[in-house]
Nanobody, 119 residues
Framework: QVQLVESGGGLVQAGGSLRLSCEAS????????MGWYRQAPGKEREMVAR???????NYADSVKGRFTISRDNAKNTVYLQMISLKPEDTAVYYC?????????????WGQGTQVTVSS
């Protein structure tokens, strides 16, 4: 069973920075596509950033130039570096793993970490 444990959330002022981490276990991490999603109160969960097992990244338009996703396969960890944070970035951030398997790809989610940006 794949487990994802996020850390690094918190309260920060607008313009500040945070780095989220997500450590994965229970699978061959280097084979996984990883991602960060977020959900604000009253809104649907949305993709923030993704990184493939080959290192290709893509970002939501709202975070391009401010957020950077990266991975360290030796540490089974994916990161989300966030700078120039805005109040609208306030949300619960979830780590996602897409794990290839014999029967197809399987999605796993972490428990989420709260990011609050004050104005």
């Amino acid at each position: 069973q794949v487990q994802l444990v996020e850390s690094g959330g918190g309260l920060v002022q607008a313009g500040g920075s945070l780095r989220l981490s997500c450590e994965a276990s229970g699978s061959t991490f280097s084979n996984n596509h990883m991602g960060w999603y977020r959900q604000a109160p009253g809104k649907e969960r949305e993709m923030v950033a993704r990184i493939t097992n080959g290192g290709i990244t893509n970002y939501a338009d709202s975070v391009k130039g401010r957020f950077t996703i990266s991975r360290d396969n030796a540490k089974n960890t994916v990161y989300l570096q966030m700078i120039s944070l805005k109040p609208e970035d306030t949300a619960v951030y979830y780590c996602n793993a897409v794990v290839p398997g014999w029967s197809g790809h399987h999605n796993y989610w972490g428990q989420g970490t709260q990011v609050t940006v004050s104005s």
